[in-house]
C-alpha cells in the first residue's frame, strides 16, 4: 500500500516522477485568471486561523466572501448554515469542515486540502478529526507570527510570477496602481477586465449598472449602444495601461444574433426604460457588445476568456439570503459551438480576431471546443484559440485528464497555457502543484507505453511550457 499523498502522489511511473521533480516542480506559476483581492495583497493581510483563510464568510459590506467548493462539502453533510457561512465560533466552524472532509473521499478537496498544509505549513500528517486541534494550533501560529505567511509570503512561497485579478470596468483600480508603485511587491498583479454587467441587458441591475458605467467616464448617462461601447473600450483601455493581459465573461451561454444598429439601439432604450425585452432582443445587444469587445481586446492585444455554461443561483431562497458566488451553482447543459464559432469568424473577417481562451463547465463540450479553436488559430502566437483548463466543477483529477487527453487528440497539448486557480482562497496555489502531478503523470504513461519518445529536449519543452513558458508567452510577460 503506497503511503497517503507523499513526495510522489499522483506520480505512477518513474517517468512521471522524473518530468515533476526534475521540471514541472520548479516552474513559477501564471495564476492569470482568479478571484483574489488586490487590497489585500497590496496591505498583506495576515489571517488569524484556517477558518478565515478556508472559509471565510460574511463581510463588512454584508457580502460573503470564501471557498464556497468547501461550503457545499459542509452542506452536503448537513451541516446547518451558521457553520458554513454564519458567525459560529472560528474553531467549530473549522471543525464541522473537518468531519465533512472525512467523507469525502475520490473528492479532490481532500487532496487540496492536505497539499496546502504541507506547502504552506509544514503539516505532513492527514487532516481528520483526531489530527484537527493540532493542525490548528501549528497553523495559527504560523498564521499569526511566521513573517513567510502573509498574503505576499504565500504568494512568493508559492512562486506565483503573475497575478490576474477579475475586476469591474467601473473599478478605479486604485489597489492596483498601489501595488505597480510599491518596490517591495515581488509579484506583477495586473487587473482583467470583466464586463458581463454591462452585457447582461436582461439581468436584474442592468440599468442602475449603465449609470455607474457612465459615472466612472465622467458622463451622467450613456444614452445609446456607441455610447456603451465607448464608454467600455475608454476603460479598457485604461486597464491595458494598469498591465490588463486578459478580459473574462461569465456568461449563460455566448450568443451571436447580429442585427442592424438602429434595431439594437431600439433594444437597448427599451431596456433603460424598463420595458421588457425578449430573449432574442437581448442576444442582439450581447452580440454588439461582444464584438466591439472583441475588437478592442484584438487591437490592445487582450485575451478574451469566455466562460459559459453554468446555471447561477439554482437555490432561489438561500441566493436571496447570501447573494452570489455563494456555493449554489451548477453545470448546464448549452448548446452555443456554432454561436461561438460565427462570433469568432466575424471577428476573423477583418482580421480583428482576439487571442481568445474557451472554457465550458460542461465536459461534454471538451471535444467541440477543441475541433473548433482550430478552425481560428494563426501564427500571431502558438495556439491562439485555447481551450482553458477544466474549469470549476470540471477541476477535478477526472476532469483535468479528460480535457488534456481531449486537447491532446485534437490540438497540440505542447502549446496549452496551463492552469488557473479560479480561487477566492490564497492557499489555492497548491492546486497548480495538483494540476502538473496529473499532467506529468499523464504524459509519463504515454512515454512509458512507447506511445511518444522518451526524448528529453521534447519532453522539457513541453513540460515547462505547459507548466510556465506558455503562457508567460500568451500573455505578454
Known sequence: MKPFMDRDFLLETETARQLFHGIAETQPLVDYHCHISPREIYENRRFNDLTEVWLGGRQPDGSYFGDHYKWRVMRSNGVPEDYVTGDKPAYERYLKFVEALQLAIGNPMVHW?????????????????????????????????DPGLTVRGIIERANVAFIGTTDDPADSLEWHEKLAADPSVKVRVCPSFRPDKAINIHKPGFVEYIGKLAASVGRESLPTVEDVCGALTE????????????????????????????????????????????????????TAILLCLGRAYHRLNIAMQLHYSCYRNANERLFAALGPDTGFDMIAQTSCGVQIAQLLSALDRTGECPKTILYSLNGVDNDMLGTLAGCFQSDEVPGKIQVGSAWWFMDTRDGMEAQLRSLANLGLLGNFVGMLTDSRSFLSYARHDYFRRIFCNLIGKWVENGEFPNDEQALRRIVEGVSYRNAARYFGL
Open 113 to 145: 486540502c492536505n497539499l496546502e498544509l504541507r506547502q504552506f505549513f509544514g503539516v505532513d500528517k492527514p487532516l481528520t478529526p483526531a489530527t484537527a486541534q493540532e493542525i490548528w494550533d501549528i497553523c495559527a501560529d504560523k498564521l499569526q507570527n
Open 235 to 286: 476603460r479598457l483601455e485604461f486597464f491595458a495601461k494598469m498591465g490588463c493581459r486578459a478580459s473574462d465573461h461569465g456568461l449563460d451561454y455566448i450568443p451571436f444574433r447580429p442585427a442592424a444598429p438602429e434595431q439594437v439601439n431600439a433594444v437597448y432604450l427599451r431596456a433603460l426604460r424598463g420595458e421588457a425585452i425578449t430573449p432574442e432582443e437581448a442576444e442582439q445587444y450581447q
